[in-house]
């Protein structure tokens, strides 16, 4: 099963002077084609983690903001990935625009976010996300659904819609700060743009062209 990519290429005269803003861009044409019906939640991305035995573990999840500090996303600090990032901070994130024929791959270390940031994103999410992020004990053995719907109802009894939910102690934020990003753009016969930012010891980006 393969598909031939026909899409315009990617050239180094094109590209932004650092990752950040090239990725605006490129995240500016994935909503775009969103809102055409051509792909679905352009801000999902897969976080690939290690635990300490080296064993790697990868979900999706939603990115929810980013800048020149880096990429952010909000989980619970004892899920699998919390705990591993509280054991090995280095990340990788993926992008999979597979409709458009692209791909970003973030390479970085996570830190937490801070308690202001946590609570200002977690106050804005509906009533019944906050309830969920207080109802489940993410990645844990939980014996029914019934169960976690259970108590979903009785933290919902407590807060009821309109109160306010109390950040839970064990969830917050991620921010991403980017070692290397690639930027990948799908072309004809597999021979692929592959155009990767690497961060220098000065701060600064140099720019490489990798073979497809």
């Known amino acids: 099963m393969r598909k031939q990519y026909r899409a315009a290429g990617l050239t180094e005269a094109e590209l932004a002077a650092d990752p950040y803003r090239q990725f605006a861009r490129w995240f500016a044409d994935a909503v775009r084609a969103a809102a055409r019906g051509e792909l679905a939640e352009p801000n ?25 500090g880096g990429f952010v996303f909000f989980s619970n600090h004892g899920s699998r990935k919390g705990r591993e990032l509280a054991a090995n901070p280095y990340v ?11 791909q970003v791959i973030v390479s970085g270390t996570a830190v937490r976010t801070t308690a202001q940031e946590t609570e200002a994103y977690f106050h804005s999410r509906p009533h019944g996300s906050q309830i969920g992020a207080h109802a489940s004990r993410q990645s844990s053995v939980v014996a029914s659904r019934a169960r976690l719907e259970e108590r ?8 009821p819609e309109g109160s306010e939910v109390p950040v839970p102690p064990y969830w917050g934020g991620y921010r991403v700060r980017a070692r290397a990003v690639e930027f990948w753009q799908g072309r004809e016969n ?3 743009d592959r155009l990767r930012y690497v961060s220098g010891a000065d ?10």
């Open 44 to 68: 999902a991305m897969v976080v690939s983690t290690a635990g300490p035995d080296g064993a790697p573990s990868s979900r999706t999840v939603l990115l929810k903001g980013y800048d020149e």
């Open 92 to 102: 990788s994130l993926l992008f999979p625009w597979h409709p458009i024929a692209r």
């Open 152 to 159: 979903y109802a009785e933290l919902a009894g407590r807060w």
């Open 190 to 192: 597999r021979l692929h």
């Open 203 to 212: 701060g600064g980006w140099s720019v490489e062209r990798l073979e497809p």
